[in-house]
């Protein structure tokens, strides 16, 4: 799960995936990270932990990271939150294999309707819980096409 921080949306797709695999009985891992470091090793933002904690979901122990090319090794899918993340994670690609790993999060609801999770870093806390409602929709999309 990827965004641009690591503090917002990415945190919160990251909480609400873990989730989804539990309540689906699946395993796997599920990371987040940013392709900026502005704020490496820090907390998610308060907004994002108080909707995943109204929503029975605890944020509050990850920390942000950056996104590397190691994490196409180490992962079977990226998730990317916008297209400017999806254009940095794309710069990254070493290769066509890395590259068909890369989607927008929300095509999984919307396929190939290349949507974005807007960024509700400057909004209110109603911008958090429409970005929460549209991650919660697409990891059970994730989460059902895994029991497949």
């Given at each position: 799960m990827v965004c641009l921080g690591n503090i917002c949306r990415s945190p919160l797709a990251e909480g609400i995936m873990k989730k989804k695999l539990?309540?689906?009985?699946?395993t796997?891992?599920?990371?987040?990270a940013g392709t900026a470091s502005y704020?490496?090793?820090e907390r998610p933002d308060p907004r994002s932990e108080e909707i995943a904690r109204k929503?029975?979901?605890n944020i509050s122990t990850q920390r942000a990271r950056a996104f590397s090319r190691s994490d196409f090794d180490r992962f079977d899918l990226i998730f990317a939150m916008d297209r400017e993340?999806?254009?940095n994670i794309m710069r990254l690609a070493r290769n066509d294999q890395d590259r068909s790993k890369v989607e927008l999060i929300l095509n999984r609801l919307h396929p190939g309707k290349d949507m974005e999770v807007p960024d509700?870093?400057?909004g209110g806390?109603?911008?958090f819980e429409n970005v929460y409602r549209m991650l919660?929709?697409?990891c059970e999309q994730i989460a059902l096409g895994m029991k497949k």
């Open positions: 539990e309540e689906h009985g699946l796997g891992t599920v990371d987040s704020h490496i090793g929503n029975g979901i993340n999806y254009n509700p870093y400057y806390k109603d911008g919660d929709a697409s």
